[in-house]
């Protein structure tokens, strides 16, 4: 059975940092890409970056690049998602999620999702 378990959401100020952790079991890790997606209260789920399998390229959407790191460890079976600077816009529930196109924006494009976790950014 698949597991996706997703840590590190939380309360934060504006200009602060969070790191998210999606925890894989039950499947080939290192076969799939993954993808954070964020959803804001009352909008669409978003891509907000992607990493490849081995090669670990990753994309990233314009209102987060330069802030936000994503990366994997094969060996831990992890992708983490390291928000620095964070504000207020960045607010909504992260979600992991693997598959076999690479950063691709689609959600219907992932195959495995984890259960969110809220990061909320006050001003």
């Known amino acids: 059975q698949v597991q996706l378990v997703e840590s590190g959401g939380g309360l934060v100020q504006a200009g602060g940092s969070l790191r998210l952790s999606c925890a894989a079991s039950?499947?080939?890790?290192?076969?799939?890409?993954w993808s954070w997606f964020r959803q804001a209260p009352g909008k669409e789920r978003d891509f907000v970056a992607g990493i490849s399998w081995h090669t670990s390229n990753t994309h990233y959407v314009n209102s987060v690049e330069g802030r936000f790191t994503i990366s994997r460890d094969n060996g831990e079976n992890t992708v983490y998602l390291q928000m620095n600077s964070l504000k207020p816009e960045d607010t909504g529930v992260y979600y992991c999620?693997?598959?076999?196109?690479?950063?691709?924006?689609?959600?219907?494009?992932?195959?495995?999702w984890g259960q969110g976790t809220q990061v909320t950014v006050s001003s």
């Open positions: 039950g499947l080939d890790f290192t076969r799939y890409a």
């Open positions: 999620a693997g598959g076999v196109v690479v950063a691709s924006p689609a959600p219907r494009e992932y195959q495995y």
